[in-house]
């Protein structure tokens, strides 16, 4: 009797352990569903799932043997999950995955084979609808791996109502001079910091400030170029920032937010795509925002620049790729799909879109400025610059480089430093 | 017969087989993957490569350095702390005794990633703690900005979470030292102290070591903590060996280098448990 009880728990076990591992690896392969349709897996964040099921829906209606199966998760549990996948060879992994604009070279340069390559799949005709800084970032040796998909033109969003007290206008503010001083008369006038910054751990400010000057971590030959001139001159503004005492620390996402919502600072320099963060999260302060264009370093200077954006990929190793690609390039270039993006929050880099009456329309929360119109004017001019493989590394030795230079090292001491460390680890 | 000399092997079978697919295995590939570095996507064998750059790596040095100076201060406040309060809350005196040791352990069956974010929250400049601050009149403190207050924070949070784990082992361990002992110091004439430092404290000896040893294993691979406080920042003050493995695999996509620092970090704790052995003198 015991043995018999044994052996069946035993075989109990056996047979629990073997449908989990029979699960997992159910999960990313592209199973048989229900109506017996081939279904397509694809990764996505946040406001981005909508977009994607929306999407996935009109192109079945036309295509009934088409399914979308969108699993939805954090945006550093994509990249956990992809990494791992990628490193066991792809195992695991989903038809479709949404990469971010300055990941994307890391992936592609660590692993070569993991993308799928979209000019042999034709999309090299529809290369022209997107804007030049999109379709470099995403070709390989004159291929290209990515599906592009939204944008991050800057802008600084701004507090009406704290302009207004402190008696400041916004079309002042041409360099970032004017916005130096704008800020240190609204701490005078009103008390408050001109802007959220958190030094120590992000560089969102001076990665902004560099492609705007045409330049990045690294120079179109990939050369470390921390040391640039494009780079000193962003890291004196971010000094002159902290030493007029009118940034305000904000560590983390939370809080940088909260103090724009809550008006404990007047603007935030940032990509398009903060729209969707402070009217979700400040409803009762519409009609009190603004934006205007990034400050240029001299009078006439460029003042477009790119904060963020991200791209679909197809990975190599899904055995539908035909079928992914023909779903994502409807995706990525029909007009319809776009405003719905943007409508969520996205702003699309399709560039055959911004005809449409959205972006010509007064919005509300802004005070009926026209927003949209202004960031789908800066799109063409946002230089293009090279991210390369190593951004995570080169990102990491900047921000140290920022900590240091905010807590008085010298900013030639400090950067001449970072291009060290960075060569050094870059090897 | 010889069924039943089999069958305890089909019990512990599934133990075994686990421990080999998630322990073993991982143990021996990752030691292989020490050796190998990724060349345009495929694994090629480097020699010695990732243990070279890992001794000209300063920012390994300083990850290092910083989990030691974390793991010099908090360990002995913890154990301490812990030790203090095991007794207190063993003493025949106190009432409430079960709500007070259910309370100073709970800390210890908290996630650890909820209660980061906790103390992150409440280490904001404009947190918790410098409001408490700031209402008696002293300046706000940069918990997580400065690279001195942002090690206490670490500090700060482990104490919290990891002493109630460390006093129950403790509380355990004081049940078992006989009240004869105490009951012949007393007839002696020694007093609370004295018998807390010559009876308590040597009675505790092997317990302090087994603590001892799993904090500093626990310290060498502390993650949880920088990783959502200050993200090793500012400018790697709180870079520990358990982040710099995360991130060099993980952001970095070294895994090779990662499987290198994480076998160094290995060896470390294999030297140091071996010389707290050494010290606490085990007399068996």
Same mark, same amino acid.
């Given at each position: 009797m015991k043995k018999l009880f044994g052996m069946i728990i035993f075989v109990a076990f056996v047979l629990v352990l073997g449908a989990c591992s029979s699960d997992s690896s159910g999960e990313g392969d592209s199973g048989e569903s229900d109506s017996g349709k081939e279904e397509l897996t694809a990764w996505a964040w946040n406001i981005n799932v909508p977009v994607l099921e929306m999407a996935a829906e009109k192109f079945e209606e036309e295509n009934p043997d088409f399914k979308l199966n969108v699993v939805e998760m954090g945006t550093s549990d994509v990249y956990s999950k992809l990494t791992t996948g990628l490193q066991a060879?792809?195992?695991?992994?989903?038809?479709i995955v949404l990469v971010e604009d300055d990941r994307f070279q890391g992936y592609i340069n660590t692993f070569p084979d993991a993308f799928a390559n979209l000019s042999e799949m034709g999309f090299d005709e529809q290369k022209s609808k997107f804007p030049d800084y999109k379709t470099e970032l995403l070709t390989k040796d004159g291929a290209m791996y990515g599906f592009p998909f939204d944008g991050g033109p800057t802008g600084v969003f701004y507090r009406r109502d704290i302009f207004n007290e402190a008696g400041v206008t916004p079309e002042d503010i041409k360099t970032w001079d004017d916005f130096i001083e704008a800020g240190k008369t609204i701490k005078d006038k009103t008390g408050k910091d001109m802007i959220g910054l958190d030094l120590n751990g992000d560089d969102g400010l001076y990665r902004m400030m560099l492609t705007q000057q045409?330049?990045?971590?690294?120079d179109d030959e990939g050369e470390v170029n921390l040391a640039s001139d494009e780079s000193k001159k962003a890291m004196e503004i971010t000094k002159e920032l902290k030493d007029a005492g009118i940034v305000k620390n904000t560590v983390g996402w939370d809080p940088w937010i909260s103090a724009m919502t809550e008006g404990d600072v007047a603007t935030a320099p940032s990509g398009a795509w903060l729209y969707g963060s402070i009217t979700q999260q400040g409803k009762d302060t519409s009609g009190k925002w603004g934006v205007f264009k990034l400050p240029a370093f +001299? +009078?006439?200077?460029?003042r477009a620049s790119n904060l963020g954006g991200s791209n679909y990929v197809i990975m190599s190793a899904s055995d539908q790729k035909e079928k992914a690609y023909d779903f994502m390039e409807y995706f990525s270039t029909t007009n319809e799909v776009q405003v719905e993006a943007m409508e969520g929050g996205l702003f699309p880099s399709l560039n055959t879109v911004y005809d449409n009456e959205i972006f010509k329309q007064e919005v509300e929360f802004f005070d009926n400025q026209k927003i949209w119109e202004m960031f789908a004017g800066e799109m063409e001019n946002i230089p293009a610059v090279n991210y390369t493989g190593d951004y995570a590394v080169a990102k990491d030795e900047a921000v140290k480089a920022q900590s240091k230079i905010v807590n008085g090292t010298p900013i030639e001491e400090a950067l001449e430093n970072a291009v060290k460390t960075l060569k050094n680890r870059t090897q | 017969m010889t069924h039943t000399k089999r069958f305890p092997y089909l019990f512990i079978a599934p133990a075994v087989i686990l421990f080999c697919i998630f322990t073993v295995y991982p143990i021996i590939s990752s030691f292989i993957l020490s050796f190998q570095e990724m060349e345009g996507g495929q694994y090629v064998f480097a020699g010695l490569e990732n243990y070279k750059r890992l001794l000209n790596d300063s920012i390994f040095w300083t990850a290092l350095k910083n989990t030691f100076l974390i793991f010099i201060i908090q360990v002995p406040i913890m154990i301490i702390l812990a030790m203090v309060l095991a007794s207190t809350l063993n003493s025949q005196l106190l009432k409430l005794k079960g709500f007070f040791r259910v309370s100073f352990f709970l800390p210890a069956v908290t996630s650890l990633v909820a209660y980061s974010i906790l103390f992150k929250i409440m280490l904001q400049e404009e947190g918790l703690f410098n409001n408490l601050f700031m209402m008696v009149g002293m300046d706000p403190i940069p918990w997580l900005s400065d690279p001195f207050w942002a090690k206490a924070s670490i500090i700060m949070a482990m104490t919290w979470r990891w002493t109630g784990y460390n006093m129950v082992i403790f509380l355990a361990a004081l049940q078992?030292?006989?009240e004869d002992l105490y009951e012949a110091a007393s007839l002696d004439g020694a007093g609370k102290i004295r018998k807390f430092f010559y009876i308590t404290v040597p009675q505790l000896k092997p317990v302090i070591l087994f603590a001892a040893i799993l904090s500093t294993i626990g310290t060498l691979q502390l993650f949880d903590e920088p990783y959502n406080l200050t993200e090793g920042g500012p400018a790697d003050s709180t870079m520990t060996l358990g982040l710099y493995i995360y991130q060099s695999g !993980?952001?970095? !996509?070294e895994f090779g280098y990662a499987s290198a620092i994480a076998y160094t970090v290995v060896i470390i704790v294999a030297i140091l448990s071996f010389i707290q052995f050494k010290v606490a003198g085990d007399d068996k």
């Open positions: 060879g792809g195992k695991g992994l989903p038809d045409g330049t990045f971590y690294f +001299e +009078e006439g200077g460029n | 078992n030292i006989s !993980f952001e970095y !996509f």
